[in-house]
């Protein structure tokens, strides 16, 4: 007969070779989904294989919460709330109490104009819908707000600017390393503070591709909140510190995942526009290595204001913007 010791070694052994089994099964199931084959290599392919699965699934919930409804974005957003005085007698439109006193009696959103008291302010949903009267610019907007006023689903700046450079300067030699005319490019900008999406940035007019995209430049550099925001700043830094390329890979999709959805979007809309300008690299001079240089301290900024700071992170940051490019099917 068996020792008891012997009987509990023997379910050890059963017990690993079962758990084998069903993992090299999630493996097949997830590569035969995915359309791909795992040999005998599988366990080295396992890692990126699952991170490309996740990334698909998570991108194909993003995109079917931003596709329910064509003609609405539902993006999340919090309202501005300032101290406000009132004139004449007001109710709050959360609890609907009055709202006592004489001066700064509470609390009125800049965006949409919802007023509350101060301390119903803190219950209040981040269902905030930008009124397109309050509104007055395109730059210097908060990304979120301009979006959800407008109803698109990046900012028109972007979808404009980028257009505009693929249909005539894909090719364009040292494409948004080369500064265009300053001037020209304030033009540009107070042409989509005043016109919006109608603004006109052909070849008539801005014949000088470069121009269009410093705009595109000036306008994330003037983002009150960069498209990789403050509170995920320090996360992607570290992230790039990592030294195994897949572990790094990882941990920059899981930050990505935090981002507001209108930034993740601004962002991955970007990556695949900069992917295509990698493709030109033979004409344009401009590999991802380079743009992540010309873009990296464009979409990142350190939450304090130090140029120490600064310094310091501008090879994590240039690092950052280069895997996003090189990635960008997989991490979007």
Not at 80 to 89: E, L
Request: glycine content about 4%.
């Amino acid at each position: 007969m068996f020792s008891e010791d012997l009987w509990l070694e023997n379910e050890k052994s059963c017990a690993v070779v079962h758990k084998s089994k069903r993992a090299r099964k999630r493996q097949e199931l997830l590569a035969v989904a995915l359309g791909v084959k795992v040999g005998f290599k599988g366990a080295l392919l396992w890692q990126p294989l699952k991170l490309f699965a996740y990334s698909q699934i998570t991108s194909l919930v993003r995109r079917a919460a931003l596709t329910q409804n064509d003609n609405h974005f539902n993006y999340e957003k919090a309202h501005n709330f300032k101290v406000h005085t009132f004139r004449g007698p007001h109710w709050c439109e959360y609890c609907a109490n009055f709202m006592w006193g004489l001066i700064a009696q509470g609390v009125r959103c800049s965006d949409c104009g919802l007023n509350v008291h101060k301390q119903c302010s803190k219950y209040v949903p981040n269902d905030c819908q930008p009124d397109l009267k309050r509104i007055k610019r395109v730059y210097c907007c908060d990304l979120t707000t301009l979006v959800k006023a407008h109803n698109t689903q990046r900012p028109m700046v972007v979808d404009s600017c980028i257009r505009e450079i693929e249909a005539r300067g894909l090719k364009s030699e040292g494409l948004y390393r080369v500064s265009g005319f300053t001037e020209h490019i304030e033009d540009v900008k107070m042409a989509f503070d005043r016109d919006g999406d109608k603004a006109d940035i052909s070849a008539s007019i801005y014949p000088d591709i470069n121009i269009i995209a410093g705009a595109l430049k000036l306008y994330f550099r003037d983002l009150p909140i960069p498209v990789i925001t403050y509170d995920t700043y320090s996360k992607f830094i570290e992230a790039a510190k990592i030294s195994n390329p897949d572990e790094r890979l990882e941990a920059i999709h899981e930050v990505l995942m935090l981002l507001p959805a209108a930034h993740y979007e601004t962002l991955r809309y970007l990556m695949i526009h900069l992917k295509k300008v990698t493709l030109h690299e033979k004409d344009n001079f401009m590999n991802a290595e380079n743009l992540g240089i010309v873009f990296g301290p464009t979409l990142m900024r350190p939450p304090e204001d130090s140029t120490l700071a600064t310094l310091n992170d501008m090879r994590y940051q240039k690092l950052i913007v280069q895997i996003l490019i090189e990635n960008e099917d997989v991490l979007f």
